[in-house]
């Protein structure tokens, strides 16, 4: 399994980003897909969720309305669009999707994760 993200660098307040997670490894249409962030000295927070077609999305209600999160699965490919932004959106973001369960306890993987700097 490889998530590769791409897509971050730094905008302004007010600003858009799109970032982008291609998925390879897996069966990609078959699982959930996920956008986390990091900011310096904060515990990782879940940003988005794509679950399935006809509304399986939910957000944090921090960047609700803001921030959309999409799929193409014939490119394996999950994307966060990001507009407003803001200066405490500034974090590195990362994909993640999760393929079953090892003794028990999820399998859990990651990308390395992309930087966005979000100036006031």
């Known amino acids: 399994v490889q998530l590769v993200e791409s897509g971050g660098g730094l905008v302004q307040a007010g600003g858009s980003l799109r970032l982008s997670c291609a998925a390879s490894g897996f069966t990609f249409s078959d699982y959930p897909m996920n956008w986390y962030r990091q900011a310096p000295g904060k515990e990782r927070e879940l940003v988005a969720r794509?679950?399935?077609?006809?509304?399986?999305?939910t957000y944090a209600d921090s960047v609700q309305g803001r921030f959309t999160i999409s799929r193409d699965n014939d490119k394996n490919t999950v994307l966060l669009q990001m507009n407003s932004l803001k200066p405490e959106d500034t974090a590195v973001y990362y994909c993640n999707v999760v393929i079953g369960r090892l003794r028990g306890n999820p399998v859990v993987y990651w990308g390395q994760g992309t930087q966005v700097t979000v100036s006031s």
């Open positions: 794509w679950t399935s077609a006809g509304g399986g999305e």
